[in-house]
């Protein structure tokens, strides 16, 4: 028994294309072919939220059972939201040893109120370990403007990609394509300069009024691998501390004691992101080391790394 809700008209939004379709039911129109049957709409239009009319060539519906149109666009490219309303006569269904089903003046009415999604990226830099870690938490799930409940997505295709430094060995073949939400990478794995993750989602979904949304959506972030000058600011810059500390001791007793002052503080200070790190607090191991070369200075360009070198941690 074939009901009206099932044989009504139906509408999606291709929000990349900008264009609505007009179709029937997947699973009517599975019935009707494999019975040989046909499918009739008369006299039937698609009225936008502009007042804007399309009419619907019944023949390209019995024929295709869909009509695709260009969806009216707002001054900054997006489809209009609001009510889309599909008027019309009839619809017959003929089943050749069934039923002939007609349904007069069957109408449908969808609201679209859809807002993109926007892609949130997150990178955390571990230079001492080390790792890089690229995670996408964005929330891909919309508003239903019938319940005002969340929808979440079917996942048509999804890709988080990780491109590294140009300059880095064996650019652009070590880029890291996956499915997942996070990429991580450790020693030798990623680089110094600046890395870039995309996300590129194809998503579908299905509001509660059967109006469905195709969509996808991109975001990326970059992100600066500066490894090589913070890891120099402890080595490097305490090594000059040091040496200028030793060559003031026979000669100034005023300026040693107030460079072997900095060397203990800023050494305490090394030990203590030391314990954080072991401790798994990277984080606040990183601002320490950071805070040790605000204040002995940048004494150490010449030891910086190239971009495009490995990230391989302290001791690798």
């Known amino acids: 028994m074939i009901t009206s809700a099932q044989a009504e008209l139906r509408l999606s939004f291709d929000m990349v294309a900008k264009t609505m379709t007009v179709f029937v039911l997947e699973a009517i129109v599975e019935d009707i072919e494999a019975s040989g049957g046909t499918y009739s709409a008369t ?4 009225t936008d939220p502009l007042g804007e009319t399309y009419t619907i060539d019944e023949d390209i519906i019995a024929a295709a059972y869909e009509i695709t149109f260009n969806a009216p666009i707002d001054s900054d490219g997006n489809v209009i939201n609001g009510v889309y309303s599909i008027d019309g006569y009839n619809i017959t269904i003929d089943i050749p040893g069934d039923d002939t089903y ?4 069957l109408d449908s009415q969808y609201t679209l109120s859809y807002t993109q999604p926007t892609v949130v990226l997150t990178a955390t830099v571990d230079c001492i370990t080390p790792s890089f870690v690229s995670t996408d938490t964005t929330d891909y799930r919309v508003v239903d403007p019938t319940s ?6 079917t ?9 590294y430094p140009a300059t880095s060995n064996g650019y652009p073949t070590n880029v890291t394509e996956t499915d997942d939400l996070i990429i991580t990478r450790g020693s030798g794995e990623f680089y110094q300069g600046t890395q870039t993750a995309i996300v590129s989602h194809d998503v579908s979904y299905t509001f509660v009024d059967g109006l469905i949304v195709t969509d996808t959506i991109e975001g990326d972030l970059e992100t600066l691998v500066d490894c090589a000058t913070l890891l120099c600011g402890i080595t490097c810059g305490l090594n000059s501390l040091y040496t200028a500390m030793q060559a003031a001791k026979p000669k100034n007793n005023k300026e040693y004691q107030l460079l072997k002052e900095s060397f203990i503080l800023n050494q305490a200070k090394a030990m203590l992101a030391w314990m954080n790190l072991t401790c798994g ?10 805070d040790i070369r605000a204040s002995i200075g940048n004494c150490c360009d010449d030891c910086s790394a190239e971009d495009g070198s490995p990230i391989t941690g302290i001791g690798t």
Request: glycine share 6%; no cysteine; proline share 3%.
């Open 43 to 46: 006299g039937y239009v698609l």
């Open 155 to 163: 996942t048509v295709a999804y890709e988080h990609n990780l491109n």
């Open 148 to 153: 005002q409940g969340y929808i979440t997505p």
């Open 102 to 105: 007609v349904f007069n003046y």
């Open 281 to 290: 607090n990277s984080t606040e191991a990183t601002d320490i080391i950071a």
